[in-house]
């Protein structure tokens, strides 16, 4: 068996098939990465899982993540500032939480070198929104690299490292989520382990670090000046693309997936465009861009989400006095999604009709019924909303927040109307609540979610006196992303450390009701959100019960695991189908008849769903001989 | 040579990560160029997840062009009919797993379960050859995936790739009874 902590440290050059995401990891050894630190979310959770395959006393960089993507930013910034290489990685709207540090980062002297890595999200399969992050580069004077495959990833990151240290300023490696997730052979170099310098080596003459008035001003001028410096590299870079396919007509300017997938569609073409695919999205490489501007007539802006490089390439143009027609974006759907092949067909159709056989084919009818994602079998946010559901009047409000209990959204609970970010649940519904004393207000928060960013709302809620009900779904692990450990499950990504109970935490924070139950019991859990909902104070729920999926996947490792499974009595199921419509566990299933069935393939015998119904047709595992005798 | 697509679906915690990776490696060592790319995410908690690889020299994108695969391989019988109905070309082939894990629609009895003649009638209008597989009394749900891969591999359907290729490939990934269970269900299975 070929074992990735072993490869990630290997100090002979070797080519393997790997994801974009382990490629980053290879690459931040063979960089002399000191610290590197993160919150999860998708698409670079796995980033972290190719650092956890290196046995911890063997890494040679420190790794934590961190209770939320601001304080990583803040660990990241600490340890570079002290002369360590650092890197920090988060999913794109994780860039939000930490703007208010990272917006100042490019005016800092970061002595060690700092890699910002982030995993845009184009096409929203994993996030509330599909923002594109080139913005905030922008917006902070900070270079960004764009790979477009796990070997650029490799490559970028190096180039990113290096570049961020000779100058003492941050880079950001844009990746999106099919680059962090595609996989192919990479060539990695050999890698000759240095000798970690950890002697702590800040110096406030490097500064100042202290971003204040005039200050800032001056500060601010040099990171122009470093970044115009950066742009006489983005030029010169051999990371540039050249694809000349001799067409003095037609060109295009491409990066990232995109560009592959240019290249996928132009297979057929008998006049393909010539392609240049700068390997810096910030700052842009003015002349070679101009130069290729200057040799075609005609010149696409192939570039997935907004207009970043369109606006500047532009003004590139005007300003040179350029004659060549520059296609941008022509119709508002080309801001949306993914750019994947049939996406550029269309976009490319759009301009250049005569360059293919004929527009893409219509997207296939699909004739299945659609798969939203589900809690999953045993779950108990499960139990949780349906009890839930019977304690609150149709009419009730119910705000969720980030987890895996934002799914409680769908059918049958319907509980969580409204959503936006982490930990915003507990102020959106305090908001909710003034003026408003006829529709009772419940806010879902997840436990790590909790950590991360919801504190400041209950503290809100408690100081100004704001009587809605909020209900702590804990199921001690960060669970949407792959079961990170949080400020309360006990362990950190490096070792046991001391729980931070939530009720403690809650208790410190003044809230004067809080109420505890297993979400199992599901008739206990309903009877005290109706108590919690009626006083006219702040109160918290804590429904309480660990991940099934985690706890399962462990109970299967034991030696002597029995899959227990409960089952239908058919001679007692009257067809009530409470089972079935309003708990909703996907291991129940429908026959042509109305009959309800035991998929074998998923009932991890848990049993929570045999309260739910009236006539007692659901039997625990073994439970038919039980009920036989009695 | 031309690119062959495998686009490879079911539903999350069948495995399709394990029988992906499986399959990279496996065309990696009968020596030809392959890259490929999952969708997960949110997609793990029971929702559909995909996994793309390509084959041949002149492959850029991971990503399949859609209705361009020539290999569907499905976990799942209502992710086969989508499959072959929205990734396969026509005269495609589609290999599935047949077990099924209704959707909350069809559990809620809002939506008809797919029949395994919906899947046959629209292969045998698009000149799909199908292959249904199954085995009784495995002793692991999560097995189902080397049955899978035994028929992909007893009927040679993916160019260049032997059963010695296969073979490696899971020797990459996995080790000792894990190992050893899964290759004597995919020897059977492939008709060694």
Known sequence: MKKMGEMLLRRKAFSEIVMGNTALVRAMVEAGTRVVSSYPGSPTPEIAAAIQSIPKADRPFYFEFSTNEKVATELAYGAAVNGHLSTVFFKSVGLNVAADTFVQLGLMNIIGGMVVVLGDDPGANSSQNEQDNRHYAQMSYMPVLEPADPGEVYRFYLEAARLSLRHGMPVILRLTTHVCHAKEKVAFKKWQPAKPDNSPRFDPANGPYIPLTTLAIEKKRIALARLEVVRGHAERTELNRTVDHGNPQRGVIAMGLPFLSLMEILEDTPTPPDILKPAFVHPLPKDRIARFLSSHKEVKILEELDDVLETQIKALAFERKLSVTIVGKTQSEDWIGEYTPEKVHQVLYSCWPDLFEGPPSAQAVDPAPARPAQMCPGCGHRSAFYAIKQALAPTDITVADIGCHTLGFMPPYEMGQLLMCMGASTAMGSGLRLFNTRRKVVAFMGDSTFFHAALPGVVNAVFNAHPITLILMENGTTAMTGHQDHAASGRNFNEVTDKIPVRQVLEGLGVKHIFEVDTYQQARLKDLVIQATAMDEFSVVIARHPCMLKFTREQRRKSGYRQQQVQIDQDHCEHVHACIERFGCPTFSRDAKGGVSINTDLCIGDGSCIQTCPTRAILPAGGKKKRGAA | ?192
């Open chain 2, 1 to 192: 040579m031309k690119a062959f697509n495998i686009y490879l679906t079911g539903v999350g915690g069948q495995g399709i990560g394990l029988i992906s990776e499986i399959v990279l490696r496996a065309v990696d060592h009968s020596g030809q160029r392959v890259k490929s790319v999952d969708t997960h995410g949110l997609a793990q908690r029971g929702g559909i997840v995909v996994s793309q690889i390509r084959l041949g020299d002149l492959v850029h994108s991971p990503l399949i062009p859609a209705g361009r695969a020539d290999l569907a391989i499905s976990l799942e019988r209502h992710e086969a009919l989508r499959a072959a109905a929205t990734a396969l070309r026509e005269g495609g082939c589609l290999v599935y797993y047949d077990t099924v894990w209704q959707p909350l629609t069809v559990r809620l009895g809002d939506a008809a379960a797919v029949t395994i003649r919906d899947i046959d009638h629209l292969c045998r209008k698009q000149g799909i050859r199908v292959i249904p597989v199954f085995h009784p009394d495995l002793p692991d749900i999560r097995m189902q995936n080397m049955v899978v891969l035994g028929a992909i591999a007893g009927n040679g359907l993916i160019p260049g790739v032997g059963l010695d290729h296969y073979r490696s490939a899971m020797g990459d990934l996995m080790s000792g009874t894990m190992l050893e269970r899964n290759r004597a269900l995919f020897d059977q299975r492939a008709g060694k």
